[in-house]
């Protein structure tokens, strides 16, 4: 599983391939279920706690994990943009007045 998480997240990947992985975890999964094929797939997304199996579509999952590295890989740039200003290794403090614009603790 992790070698498809490492692809979802680092790679820009065509649906097209992903439609077709989760039209065959739906069809096991309702078979798992006892489900008909013609049946919605409402009950494979719904949570436990509402009796579901709370899958998501890989569609979807693909998109939060690219947008989760993004938002690791912005950090990471923006700390160190942060450290070359401050000269000293970052607070969550100065990220916060460094994208507020503030002029405190030596940012110019």
Avoid: T, W
Wanted: net charge positive.
């Amino acid at each position: 599983m992790q070698c498809v998480s490492f692809h979802l997240k680092n790679g820009v990947l065509r649906k097209g391939p992903l439609s077709l992985i989760d039209r065959d975890i739906k069809r096991i999964r309702k078979k798992y279920l006892n489900l008909p094929q013609r049946s919605s797939a409402e009950p494979l997304y719904l949570s436990y706690q509402k009796g579901g199996l709370n899958l998501l579509p890989i569609n979807v999952v693909a998109d939060i994990n690219q947008s989760a590295h993004l938002g690791q890989l912005q950090m990471a740039f923006l700390k160190s943009v942060e450290k070359k200003h401050i000269r000293r290794p970052p607070e969550p403090q100065d990220l916060a007045n460094y994208l507020c614009g503030g002029m405190v603790g030596g940012l110019c």
